[in-house]
């Protein structure tokens, strides 16, 4: 695998991790799990089979939303090829911008704005979790859309369908595991969650510096200098695996 992209992937993981942990979806997980299930926190911890099932459905809908969108920006990304250049020089502004949201130095209204998909009941069965998952990843925008905007405008500049969609499903991956290991050891997760309650806003803090960074490299072309420098400080018997 090329520097850049095995870099990108590193970006996309990370990006899907700090998105779980922002400070507005980490305290809910515990609500989407109930929710999903059907059954309370202390019911949960017993019949772990059934949060399994149910968490990776719903793990599911939210990976298919991502895929949908990176295939799009992918796809929009090649109609522009001829433009690739200022694709990633805009694309870098823009992502320096959501990164700048994120550090709290200005709001805009568009992203502070909810558009999560308010179920009062849960649709009944396996396919009804499906659903779930595909309204947390369609409408949850104030804690994810800075973050998954930037992947996506990331995607579009690669126009490269298999490498985009590679790194929607790499994002959804840094989503999903965490997500995944809480639903089977809530009570653990609810415990750890206690303890970094007060600490959840550096994690915005370190988002936005991740993208600042992502954005700076795209807008001056430093992205394959990045890699190359990276990859010479991986050693080669695992170099060779990529």
């Given at each position: ?59 599911a809908?939210?990976?298919l939303?991502?895929l ?5 920006a ?22 320096i911008?959501?990164g700048l949201?994120?550090?709290g ?6 992203l ?10 849960k ?26 905007g ?5 995607t ?8 985009g ?14 997500f ?9 997760f ?15 803090r370190v988002s ?27 050693p080669?018997?695992?170099r060779?695996?990529?």
């Amino acid at each position: 695998m090329e520097p850049t992209a095995t870099f990108g992937l590193v970006v996309s993981f990370t990006a899907g991790l700090l998105s779980f942990l922002s400070p507005c979806v980490l305290p809910l997980i515990p609500s989407y799990v109930t929710f999903i299930t059907g059954m309370s926190l202390d019911e949960v911890q017993r019949t772990r089979r059934v949060a399994l099932v149910h968490s990776l459905l719903f793990i599911a809908g939210f990976t298919l939303i991502f895929l949908a969108l990176g295939a799009t920006a992918t796809v929009l990304g090649r109609a522009l090829l001829a433009y690739r250049e200022w694709i990633s020089r805009v694309g870098g502004v823009l992502i320096i911008g959501f990164g700048l949201y994120l550090l709290g130095v200005f709001n805009l209204g568009a992203l502070a704005r909810e558009r999560r998909v308010h179920l009062a009941d849960k649709p009944v069965g396996y396919l009804g979790t499906v659903l779930v998952g595909v309204a947390f990843g369609a409408g949850w925008t104030p804690c994810i859309g800075p973050i998954l905007g930037s992947i996506l405008i990331f995607t579009s500049s690669t126009a490269d369908l298999a490498r985009g969609l590679l790194l929607l499903f790499t994002y959804s991956l840094g989503l999903a595991i965490p997500f995944l290991v809480a639903a089977l050891a809530i009570d653990h997760f609810l415990a750890g969650v206690a303890r970094i309650r007060a600490r959840l806003v550096w994690v915005n803090r370190v988002s936005g510096v991740l993208l600042i960074l992502v954005g700076v490299l795209l807008l001056t072309n430093y992205f394959s200098l990045m890699a190359s420098y990276l990859q010479a400080l991986t050693p080669a018997a695992l170099r060779s695996r990529l």
